[in-house]
């Protein structure tokens, strides 16, 4: 069991007030706090180590490459990756897109299709959508139960001999639903369909194993997992990344630029790892704080963190279903889903509902959380009220919101 | 007039058309004092926001200096409201 009151103690932000009440902070699906180990690493990265990386030889840079190797590091064991696996990218969205503008733009054609649901963020569809547009591609979609659990019956079904990848989310932003990704992966490997994983809101709160999971793309994002923003990570199975070649770069990903004369050609030799995908100078600090929330979370143990946000989770779900009014979405099984709860309140609109629980210093996220199609399912079109939780997140903070929500069921 | 009021417009996502407007903290009670006047059938709901109208938009008043506006056309017919609600 997670000691929750000393972990508090590592966020220091977790000590203010909003709104003349003690900070409850429900919207760890959009971004988590930060931990004082994290903050550190990066301030002392600036003030003691600050250099570019990579080729300099003087002592500075030797640490700063030093560091930003050993969050690649870092990040791999978190994952049970191999370290030349692990592609330093902006965050999730970025990951995506890389995946759609490097390997499918290459390799795909036209006629040819990729598998994504109905439940994804829009970052898992746009891409895909976009590239549809430019190479005449078409785009599947999964479907989602009343439940809000994906028909992953159905996937046998969409896969083609046209279909070259699936495209799919580990927990759904909005309903928290849990998919068996790998169960998805190896429907798609019998039909030798790729497989990227949209893991921005698993890989913070559970174990994830690539090698158990046996996809060949997975992508998240730093920011919601102690880390600072402006950081995420594209894992890239190690064969294939030898073979994807960049559309983005430049300085540090190649190994030479020769001019071949007689035909009046450059040739590039590209680097063979994954510094080849990490153009131009990167984000080293951003790295190196998103190196220490790894090993934050891997101290603490993802395991138990799971463990305590369904502890949470069940919780949440046993004192809603009090509240007539209440209408919660997705799955009420804690075991299928994570650290997500959904809801609207009677006929309050979600952004109403949001605005008060700001009053009492409670931080929820209204809307379509970047996610309309589920939205549409659920027949929340005007969106819904989420509270995300995390590892510092308490009963009490719940019991709190609670109380604020049987106080707004007179006026729903 | 709404620029001395207003630090902050967000479209809220979702079906319908809102907005919530972000009062400057040094001007929370001046702003929600001249609004209040003009807003029709303006209710207390338990204490917990006020609710009303003005014109054919729904206006929620929270304490925290937090009006959500509701069912707005676009931002142009939002600052005329605004310039509405704020002038003297």
Redesign the interface.
């Known amino acids: 069991m997670l000691n929750v009151k000393e972990i508090r103690k590592d966020f220091p932000i977790l000590e203010r007030e909003v709104n003349g009440r003690k900070l409850i902070y429900f919207d760890n699906a959009a971004t988590s706090q930060k931990p004082i180990q994290v903050i550190n690493k990066i301030m002392e990265f600036y003030t003691k180590s600050y250099a570019n990386i990579h080729r300099g030889i003087h002592t500075l840079s030797q640490e700063a490459s030093e560091l930003y190797e050993e969050a690649r590091e870092n990040i791999a064991k978190l994952i049970n990756a191999k370290t030349k696996e692990i592609i330093f990218v902006k965050n999730a969205t970025e990951a995506i897109n890389m995946v759609a503008y490097t390997w499918a733009l290459r390799n795909l054609k036209k006629g040819d299709e990729v598998i994504t649901s109905l439940m994804e963020h829009h970052s898992n569809i746009t891409p895909w959508i976009t590239l549809s547009q430019i190479k005449g591609i078409k785009v599947k979609f999964i479907g989602v139960n009343s439940d809000g659990t994906l028909k992953t019956e159905e996937i046998p079904n969409l896969i083609t001999k046209n279909t070259r990848l699936i495209s799919i989310t580990h927990v759904s932003n909005v309903l928290g639903t849990i998919n068996d990704v790998k169960e998805i992966v190896k429907i798609a490997h019998e039909k030798d369909v790729t497989t990227l994983i949209d893991a921005a809101q698993s890989v913070p709160h559970m174990p994830v194993d690539v090698k158990d999971i046996d996809c060949e793309f997975l992508a998240f994002s730093g920011h919601k997992m102690l880390g600072p923003s402006g950081i995420g990570v594209l894992y890239v199975k190690e064969d294939l990344l030898k073979r994807i070649e960049p559309t983005i770069s430049g300085g540090g990903t190649i190994r030479n630029v020769k001019w071949i004369q007689d035909e009046e050609i450059c040739k590039i030799h590209w680097i063979e790892g994954p510094e080849k995908f990490e153009a131009g100078t990167p984000n080293i600090a951003g790295a190196i704080g998103l190196g220490e929330a790894a090993k934050y979370l891997m101290r603490i143990g993802l395991e138990n963190i799971m463990m305590h946000e369904k502890r949470l989770v069940e919780k949440t779900l046993k004192e809603l279903e009090n509240i007539k009014k209440v209408k919660i979405y997705g799955p009420r099984n804690a075991e299928k889903r994570a650290g997500i709860i959904t809801f609207n309140i009677g006929n309050l609109d979600p952004h109403q509902t949001a605005l008060i629980l700001d009053q009492y210093g409670i931080a929820v996220r209204s809307g379509l959380h970047c996610a309309e199609p589920i939205h549409q399912i659920i027949k929340a079109e005007n969106g819904s009220v989420r509270a995300s939780y995390y590892l510092y997140n308490t009963e009490e903070e719940i019991d709190e919101m609670i109380k604020v929500l049987m106080d707004l069921e007179d006026i729903a | 007039m709404m620029d001395k009021y207003v630090k902050q417009v967000i479209r809220?996502?979702?079906?319908?058309a809102?907005y919530?407007v972000v009062l400057k903290m040094d001007a929370v009670i001046d702003a929600i004092n001249r609004i209040k006047g003009k807003i029709d059938n303006l209710i207390d709901?338990?204490g917990?926001?006020m609710k009303g109208s003005f014109e054919d938009v729904e206006v929620?008043v929270?304490?925290?200096g937090?009006i959500?506006f509701?069912n707005v056309k676009d931002e142009e017919r939002l600052r005329d409201i605004l310039n509405k609600l704020f002038s003297s």
């Open positions: 809220a996502c979702g079906k319908n809102d919530i709901l338990g917990l926001y929620n929270f304490r925290t937090k959500l509701k």
